[in-house]
T-cell receptor, first 113, second 113 residues
Framework: AQTVTQSQPEMSVQEAETVTLSCTYD???????LFWYKQPPSRQMILVIR??????QNATENRFSVNFQKAAKSFSLKISDSQLGDAAMYFC??????????FGAGTRLTVKP | NAGVTQTPKFQVLKTGQSMTLQCAQD?????MSWYRQDPGMGLRLIHY???????DQGEVPNGYNVSRSTTEDFPLRLLSAAPSQTSVYFC????????????FGSGTRLTVV
């Protein structure tokens, strides 16, 4: 089964600075999708960004961008110009061919004013 | 407002009690799923459904039961609650599988004493 690993349980960043959250995954599939979800203290899960594995171009959504390295099975999230509202748990997730979105354990991001 | 509605938001059960977590979506999504979130483990799939009348097990199905009689509703039943089922439960839906990401409900925090 596919596994998703987030090796950074906690990260912190100064407001207005840039931070990168790491994610690696293990799969034998060639066609899949990767996601980053944000979970603020409200507990609501919010989709931040999506990447299609067959596209080499890295996805971007405003201040959020990814570095997708398919051969290395790496999918990191870069948050630019960090804001206080970015403080949350961030989950990396994988969707393949078996109807099961696999999530990493999460990274708690703190933003310091 | 369109979305996924979960009830209740909080629940305390005694060991051995049964209960049903409700989930309803009004987006005509075919795919619905239940996840549990535990600290340090991310979200894990309990059961999922690809359409009315069709359900299947996920990674951690033991102690839970589901049915899907309509497109809109996907209740999760705890048959005989155990302390190990203390968790936060999320219902999620999508139009077709998870390739475009999920829409999540707001979660249910369940405590079994």
């Amino acid at each position: 089964a596919q596994t998703v690993t987030q090796s950074q349980p906690e990260m912190s960043v100064q407001e207005a600075e840039t931070v990168t959250l790491s994610c690696t995954y293990d799969t034998s599939e060639s066609d899949y999708y990767l996601f980053w979800y944000k979970q603020p203290p409200s507990r609501q899960m919010i989709l931040v960004i999506r990447q299609e594995a067959y596209k080499q171009q890295n996805a971007t959504e405003n201040r959020f961008s990814v570095n997708f390295q398919k051969a290395a099975k790496s999918f990191s999230l870069k948050i630019s110009d960090s804001q206080l509202g970015d403080a949350a748990m961030y989950f990396c997730a994988y969707w393949g061919n078996n109807n099961d979105m696999r999530f990493g354990a999460g990274t708690r991001l703190t933003v310091k004013p | 407002n369109a979305g996924v509605t979960q009830t209740p938001k909080f629940q305390v059960l005694k060991t051995g009690q049964s209960m049903t977590l409700q989930c309803a979506q009004d987006m005509n999504h075919e795919y619905m799923s239940w996840y549990r979130q535990d600290p340090g483990m991310g979200l894990r799939l309990i059961h999922y459904s690809v359409g009315a009348g069709i359900t299947d097990q996920g990674e951690v199905p033991n102690g839970y039961n589901v049915s899907r009689s309509t497109t809109e509703d996907f209740p999760l039943r705890l048959l005989s609650a155990a302390p190990s089922q203390t968790s936060v439960y999320f219902c999620a839906s999508s139009y077709s599988g998870g390739s475009y990401g999920y829409t999540f409900g707001s979660g249910t925090r369940l405590t079994v004493v």
